[in-house]
């Protein structure tokens, strides 16, 4: 198997995303694409995207959690979106009983052009890129409190120190990549 882009380290950045972010695919995108450049959310807007956050409808358990701790804040969510800057704290003095994941998301629903979407492929992408362990990124591996440390204390400062970086085609790019380096098909190739 021949990817030109996948482990080249004279690769600049601009390459790499342009390569895996055509690679890029994911069922439900539309759910996303309808709705994440609105100005202001309905319910249902917020119930389309974490649903396509989460991949596919959401369990009871996590139905329940997002009722009372997201949709009942809509009010809260809408004013956040039209301020031109907000502090963290703001946000998360409102959300700080969401799970890491979730509550990045809410945050790049809420200003998607300056937080990016955080996820355990995401994460491997970064530090398989960083030349930090990557192997050992899934899911459960990584506690709340780490994933949220990566995020605002490493990948934020990251993200914010490219130029005219399209966030959601970074996040694709990485996505795929990071999808990918997690494959048996991956493994076999650096045996």
Not at 1 to 10: A, D, V
Not at 41 to 64: A, E, H, R, V
Request: glycine content about 2%.
């Amino acid at each position: 198997m021949n990817l030109p882009i996948l482990i080249n380290t004279n690769c600049e950045l601009d390459e790499f995303i342009k390569f895996w972010s055509k690679l890029y695919s994911y069922h439900l995108e539309s759910l996303y694409n309808d709705r994440i450049q609105k100005m202001e959310y309905t319910l249902d807007d917020l119930q389309q995207l974490f649903i396509w956050k989460n991949g596919m409808n959401l369990s009871f358990q996590k139905q329940n959690s997002l009722e009372k701790k997201v949709l009942a804040k809509l009010e809260i969510i809408n004013k956040l979106k039209t301020k031109q800057d907000f502090e963290l704290i703001e946000f998360e003095q409102n959300f700080n009983n969401l799970t890491a994941v979730w509550k990045i998301f809410l945050l790049h629903i809420i200003r998607p052009d300056r937080y990016p979407i955080y996820d355990q492929h995401i994460n491997r992408a970064f530090n398989f890129i960083h030349r930090l362990d990557y192997k050992n990124i899934s899911a459960d591996s990584i506690t709340n409190k780490s994933k949220e440390l990566f995020y605002f204390n490493t990948y934020l400062s990251f993200i914010h120190s490219l130029d005219n970086c399209n966030l959601k085609t970074l996040d694709e790019a990485f996505f795929a990549f990071g999808q990918f380096i997690n494959t048996k098909t991956y493994a076999q190739m650096v045996k």
